[in-house]
């Protein structure tokens, strides 16, 4: 619950065709599809890839070869972290639609689905975590609420990285374009292998790891009241690098090493 705590096609198609054979619950914020859609070089887009529109402002899927998606456990986040400073510098805000994911861009909008209920809505990451290996995305309090997490604490979810999308008119022709995103494989990344409460502790491992010949740090992370020294690894620049790194760390001993962002 707290924070105490990647086929698309198939995956979006299922979530708007499938409506008529079963029942199917949808959140206060609402997706639509428009009618018709172009991506910047022309040709005609699959329906499963055409622009949501949300709050009046449009996204696309990205394409599965240059986006991302995910598939695992949410788990939600509220107080007492309601109004303290997220991982980008905003102020948490329990009842906007946010998120924390441990290594997408800030600001990427993503479409969560909730695989157990069907729900589904788009949410902003503005924040890191969860920091617990088998969950792969914190969703706000209102997120939770609406996609019907709360109660249960966890739920199984589909999350895609979505673009966002804007209107243009060329030759009295109104068209809606993709609006190329920041590269969701490049970035700081590191690979986190261990969490201590006893900054000794911490520092007695990152230094075992950098006479090891690992580029290790003690990252500090305040949860309420509580200071957990974070020993983390350099997994270099790109998404695959990091990757690579978090399976070496497993394979040295670190059976919960997992890939973060700075």
């Not at 005609?44 to 009046?56: F, H, K, L, N, S």
């Not at 000794?200 to 790891?209: F, G, P, S, Y």
């Not at 997994?235 to 990091?242: E, H, S, W």
Request: glycine content about 10%; hydrophobic content about 40%; overall charge positive.
């Amino acid at each position: 619950m707290s924070r105490r705590y990647p086929s698309l096609a198939l995956a979006l198609g299922l979530a708007f065709l499938c409506t008529a054979c079963a029942p199917k619950v949808l959140p206060p914020t609402s997706i639509s599809l428009p009618p018709a859609a172009t991506r910047p070089k022309g040709g005609r887009v699959p329906a499963t890839q055409r622009p949501y529109e949300v709050d009046g402002r449009m996204y696309y899927p990205i394409p599965s070869a240059q986006g991302y998606e995910e598939t695992g456990i949410a788990s939600w986040y509220g107080y007492p972290f309601h109004g303290r400073k997220t991982s980008n510098g905003e102020t948490y805000d329990m009842h906007e639609l946010t998120a924390a994911h441990k290594i997408l861009p800030m600001h990427t909008p993503l479409l969560v689905k909730n695989l157990e209920n069907g729900r589904e809505l788009v949410v902003r990451v503005n924040d890191r975590g969860p920091f617990v290996k088998d969950r792969i995305i914190d969703l706000s309090f209102r997120a939770a609420t609406e996609l019907g997490v709360v109660r249960t604490g966890t739920a199984r979810v589909h999350i895609v990285a979505l673009g966002e999308a804007m209107k243009t008119t060329e030759g009295g022709v109104t068209t809606t374009r993709f609006v190329e995103n920041q590269n969701l494989q490049t970035g700081d990344f590191y690979v986190q292998v261990g969490s201590f409460k006893v900054i000794a502790n911490a520092e007695r491992l990152r230094d075992r790891l950098i006479r090891e010949g690992r580029q290790a740090v003690v990252f500090d992370y305040v949860r309420g009241d509580e200071v957990f020294h974070r020993v983390q690894v350099k997994g270099g620049n790109t998404l695959t690098a990091a990757k690579r790194m978090e399976r070496v760390m497993v394979g040295a001993g670190f059976p919960g090493a997992y890939v973060v962002a700075r």
